[in-house]
């Protein structure tokens, strides 16, 4: 499937609310050429996640902002076509941020040699040990600092990352209760992954059924979406409870700033510990995560879906199911 | 000045917004005593704190509201007259929670001895190390946990807690800048006190004096008082920065639930930890601060000042002074 010029996705437009179609446009260029230290890479897939959103806006963030007419960000597997680095040939298998694009022309420094895990095929290792997994496991296990019997509820339950959550907080010891739209996924997380309890907070009033489902309050709370459910959640928060401030996705698409959680009170008086997190800070400690959802996943108590979707040309209609929740599981493009 | 009578400030309504001088009223009773394992103290003084105010109100709060129609809780200090109780003896001189009273009955296990501090007078004892000094020593090093060099912030600056908190991150070796109401607090913050700068919340736009006085960022923000002044500073915040949720004086007096902090986002995009914390929880280890506090204070690196209010029939119009600036240090009234 070689071909001989390079598509890229350039942001035009910073959104305003939902991503608009001429907000990012396709744009055919020459298959780029590798600088001293540089590698291009052939695109295999893109990795889809809620941050792309916030990299196309100029809000305040954890990096710059993609700049304006130049190619979208975003996270990377392909396979080395050209290398002017002695640290990757030609064949590697190679993962990292770089562009939408069917091509990337990438520093070297940026990129990872794709980890062999064994038993696991090398798009799950790119789509779920990248960015999702790591997510979840430090969250719950270096944020959350669950103990056997605690109650952890988490929003956007359904999604690459709430599943996995979940999961992990059944495996040490949690009651786990999950926050996300829809029947279908709400009955999915408890029949198929294993929560206790689910709420349907596009059909049922997230505070009752918090109140319903946690008589003895909440410890733990991993945070996708912010917005109206953390308010319930905050409200609910047991003394010393914890909250992993994970996504705030419900906000990512908001026209303006928007309002802070009104339950902020409850921090003081129930001596709450609520802590911002940003996978790339725990690259160090990567190979924890792997090692244990390695484990977890060949014991069967850690299931993950992937989602595809085919061809670079549907990244961005794509990116928007992140929002309207869409996916079910983790969601890539596969580009070659 | 012994008297045959009880005195007793009844709390006859919740506040709605300011204090009203109704809300509160003083009754009459005969003087109390003692049941079995009960102690009954003569108050030499109430210690008047920004939590009177939340324990009058019924928000949800981190011990129960003081119940209509019963006299109102305070931290107090007295002597010991009557004792059913083996661990006390008559003229002991003891602390703890009890009420607004010339004459308090308590359950023993409700007190203790007031501490023997060298070379530090008991008023002070029970002013500076009840509950203003553990909370700002506890408050900087355990949830703080400052660097050399860091930059830290403190609202409700000239107040007994902040200007503690900031002398105690100068000996630290933190930048401090303190937020205080007027230009008077201001100076003595900086000129008396030893803080870096500081900033008149009343006079001067917070946001763009924090951007000036703090070139390099906020790295600790000890809250005293949330709301405006809490946007303000987390706009400002380092990446890894901690928040000290010690008080949101701000809201108490406010008719209805405060908004949160519309910057709460930066939680998230700075990886904040923002925690909450009640000096009471610290209790078993009251000693570490009484040591690091005396020792400053021998040192000439920590000063404090008490500002005493005279007789019972003017607690109500004191405490209302911790909400308009008007005290000048810790705020205390003399019983007897």
Request: aromatic share 8%; hydrophobic share 40%; glycine share 12%.
């Amino acid at each position: 499937m070689a071909q001989h010029s390079n598509r890229q996705w350039i942001l035009k437009k910073r959104p305003v609310g939902d991503i608009a179609d001429d907000d990012l446009v396709i744009e055919t260029t020459p298959i780029p050429t590798a600088g001293d230290g540089e590698v291009v890479l052939r695109t295999h897939y893109l990795s889809l996640d809620p941050t792309n959103r916030i990299w196309m806006s100029d809000m305040v963030q954890y990096m710059p902002p993609v700049a304006l007419n130049t190619a979208m960000r975003g996270a990377v597997m392909g396979e080395v076509v050209e290398s002017r680095s002695p640290a990757y040939q030609i064949g590697d298998q190679v993962m990292g941020l770089a562009t939408w694009s069917d091509y990337c022309c990438v520093p070297a420094a940026n990129l990872q040699l794709c980890p062999q895990l064994p038993g696991i095929p090398v798009k799950e290792v790119f789509g779920i040990y990248t960015i999702v997994g790591p997510t979840a496991y430090f969250g719950v296990v270096d944020i959350g600092q669950p103990k056997v019997g605690e109650t952890l509820v988490v929003s956007g339950a359904a999604g690459a990352v709430g599943a996995l959550v979940g999961q992990i907080a059944k495996t040490m010891g949690c009651r786990v209760v999950g926050i996300a739209g829809g029947k279908d996924k709400c009955k999915m997380i408890v029949d198929e992954l294993g929560f206790d309890a689910a709420i349907d907070y596009k059909a049922q009033d997230v505070d009752a059924q918090l109140r319903t489902l946690c008589p003895g309050g909440v410890d733990i709370y991993f945070d996708n979406v912010g917005g109206d459910i953390l308010d319930a959640v905050l409200g609910q928060m047991n003394l010393f409870g914890r909250v992993i401030v994970c996504g705030l996705i419900s906000g990512y698409n908001a026209d303006g700033r928007v309002p802070g959680p009104k339950n902020y009170g409850n921090i003081l008086m129930k001596r709450l510990k609520v802590q911002g997190f940003i996978v790339l800070d725990y690259i160090p400690r990567y190979a924890e995560a792997y090692r244990a959802l390695t484990q977890w996943h060949s014991q069967g108590k850690l299931k993950w879906n992937l989602h595809e979707v085919e061809g670079l040309e549907n990244a961005v209609q794509a990116v928007r199911m992140l929002y309207t929740g869409g996916n079910h599981g983790k969601l890539m493009v596969k580009v070659a």
